[in-house]
Nanobody, 124 residues
Framework: QVQLVESGGGLVQAGGSLRLSCAAD????????MGWFRQAPGKEREFVAA????????SYADSVKGRFTISRDNANDTVLLQMNGLKPEDTAVYYC?????????????????WGKGTLVTVSS
């Protein structure tokens, strides 16, 4: 089992940037694909980005492609989400997740473990 703690959320103006961080507690971090999902008020949780165990492969939702970048540091058990060009529609609670699944299945089947989330608010 792995425990996840997100940080880095906050209030930013449209066009601005934020970097979310997710710290994992566990000695098996490198055995998990990692990802970010988000949930806006009144909406279902949706896929944002995911990264393979080694970090060599990534996957993004079309809505964030070209603006967000996911990365991981297996030496420090951390996964990052760099968010640039933020839009009001990016406002949501962002959840970090860990999964022992193929990267290609994460966007449809979700993660095995979740953090508690961090709120990102983008003002217009």
């Amino acid at each position: 089992q792995v425990q996840l703690v997100e940080s880095g959320g906050g209030l930013v103006q449209a066009g601005g940037s934020l970097r979310l961080s997710c710290a994992a507690d566990g000695r098996t971090f490198s055995t998990y694909a990692m990802g970010w999902f988000r949930q806006a008020p009144g909406k279902e949780r949706e896929f944002v980005a995911a990264i393979s165990r080694s970090g060599s492969s990534t996957s993004y939702a079309d809505s964030v492609k070209g603006r967000f970048t996911i990365s991981r540091d297996n030496a420090n058990d951390t996964v990052l989400l760099q968010m640039n060009g933020l839009k009001p529609e990016d406002t949501a609670v962002y959840y970090c997740g860990a999964a022992q699944k193929l990267l290609a299945t994460i966007r449809n089947y979700g993660m095995d473990y979740w953090g508690k989330g961090t709120l990102v608010t983008v003002s217009s």
